[in-house]
């Protein structure tokens, strides 16, 4: 499955030269990626509540074309591969039919004390039920 968060470009989010920043896109992913977790039925508060943290371990983006101040922006999102303990996310980033960019994220399940764990079945379960591969 994939979804589809709709954000406005906030003044603070941009630089000198009046557009978005690169470092305000990794956190308009964790805001989709949080919120995937949420409408698949699976809010991060609830896999915190069970000791368990998914880590970003790995990043890349791709930025195609400039977002600016006011501008209306969606990030598509979905979970691409998982295994017994990492989970990798795909994202586009769109201002109507035009794609700002692209990339992913890979995240390591990891228990209270920071230690690499596998994810437990009933989570493993529920996401490979919304695991869309990469298209």
Do not use: K
Not at 102 to 112: K, P
């Amino acid at each position: 499955m994939n979804i589809r968060l709709p954000l406005t470009v906030r003044y603070a989010e941009t630089d000198a030269m009046g557009v978005v920043h690169h470092s305000s896109y990794v956190v308009w992913l964790e805001a989709a990626r949080v919120e995937w977790l949420e409408r698949i039925g699976l809010p991060y508060p609830q896999i915190e509540a069970q000791g368990l943290a998914f880590a970003v371990i790995e990043l890349g983006l791709i930025y195609r074309n400039p977002a600016r101040f006011g501008e209306r922006v969606e990030v598509e999102t979905w979970l691409s591969q998982a295994s017994s303990r990492t989970l990798r996310y795909e994202y586009r980033v769109w201002r109507g039919e035009t794609l700002l960019a692209e990339g992913f994220t890979r995240h390591l399940c990891q228990d209270a004390r920071g230690r690499a764990v596998r994810i437990p079945p009933g989570i493993a379960d529920h996401l490979l039920q919304h695991l869309l591969p990469s298209n």
